[in-house]
């Protein structure tokens, strides 16, 4: 009589409802867990499970699931990446320019000028047997002045700023088609991760052999 195979949802029967073989599994955020033992279970069906007992199942998992966390976690991020797809230039860049300077000015000033002041005084009197005046003195003078004057005034002070510059190209630059792309976005639509995840899982702790 032909012994009967030991499956992955037998190990899963075996334990319920108490414990789960994926107890002990860590995934990333954004891989529904219900989603994937579901996947895991349609896909490894079939096959015989590599290690029989079940306690060294679960630690085998919680292995298995550690060593391929960061693979895990690259597909959700690079699967919830935001991009036009008919695009294949989208980048920015992000510059700065300084400038750095003082300054300083000197400005010097000069008044240079002269004044001179003349002119002639006479005396007049009215002798006592005569009604007309008479000039008795006359005398005169001049006053000369010089001047200078000059002035300095300083200026010094700090013209130093920065520019931030950032520039966004995007588009297509068309090496490639749109109609091109689009296959390619076709392809990339195609991969499932819960599928690449439990064909990972199958390879792994089952014997593919129908």
Same mark, same amino acid.
């Given at each position: 009589? /032909? &012994?009967?195979?030991?499956?992955?949802?037998?190990? =899963? &029967?075996?334990?319920?409802?108490?414990?789960?073989?994926?107890?002990?599994?860590?995934?990333?955020?954004?891989?529904?867990?219900?989603?994937?033992? %579901?996947?895991? @279970?349609?896909?490894?069906?079939? @096959?015989?499970?590599?290690?029989?007992?079940?306690?060294?199942?679960? +630690?085998?998992? +919680?292995?298995?699931?550690?060593?391929?966390?960061?693979? @895990?976690?690259?597909? #959700?991020?690079?699967?919830?990446?935001?991009?036009? /797809?008919?695009?294949?230039?989208?980048?920015?860049?992000?510059?700065?320019?300084?400038? +750095?300077?003082?300054? *300083?000015? +000197?400005?010097?000033? &000069?008044?240079?000028?002269?004044?001179?002041?003349? %002119?002639?005084?006479?005396?007049?009197?009215?002798?006592?047997?005569?009604?007309?005046?008479?000039?008795?003195?006359?005398?005169?003078?001049?006053?000369?002045? &010089?001047?200078?004057?000059?002035?300095?005034?300083?200026?010094?002070?700090?013209?130093?700023?920065?520019?931030?510059?950032?520039?966004? %190209?995007? %588009?297509?630059?068309?090496?490639?088609?749109? *109609?091109?792309?689009?296959?390619? =976005?076709?392809? #990339?639509?195609?991969?499932?991760?819960?599928?690449?995840?439990?064909?990972?899982?199958?390879?792994?702790?089952?014997?593919? #052999?129908?």
């Amino acid at each position: 009589m /032909p &012994q009967s195979k030991i499956t992955l949802i037998g190990l =899963e &029967q075996f334990l319920s409802p108490d414990r789960s073989l994926f107890d002990d599994l860590e995934l990333p955020e954004g891989i529904d867990r219900d989603t994937l033992k %579901g996947t895991i @279970f349609l896909r490894c069906n079939e @096959f015989e499970v590599l290690y029989s007992d079940p306690e060294f199942m679960i +630690a085998a998992i +919680a292995v298995w699931g550690k060593k391929n966390y960061w693979t @895990f976690d690259r597909w #959700v991020k690079l699967l919830d990446k935001e991009y036009d /797809p008919l695009y294949n230039k989208d980048y920015h860049e992000v510059w700065t320019d300084t400038h +750095a300077g003082n300054y *300083q000015r +000197a400005a010097t000033g &000069q008044n240079l000028g002269n004044s001179t002041d003349s %002119g002639t005084n006479t005396h007049s009197e009215k002798a006592y047997n005569s009604s007309d005046y008479v000039d008795t003195t006359q005398d005169s003078g001049s006053n000369s002045n &010089q001047f200078a004057n000059s002035s300095t005034n300083n200026d010094s002070g700090n013209d130093s700023h920065t520019d931030n510059h950032i520039y966004h %190209g995007y %588009g297509n630059i068309g090496i490639t088609s749109a *109609q091109e792309l689009f296959m390619k =976005e076709v392809d #990339v639509a195609k991969f499932n991760m819960y599928e690449h995840i439990a064909d990972l899982f199958c390879s792994e702790f089952c014997i593919m #052999v129908y």
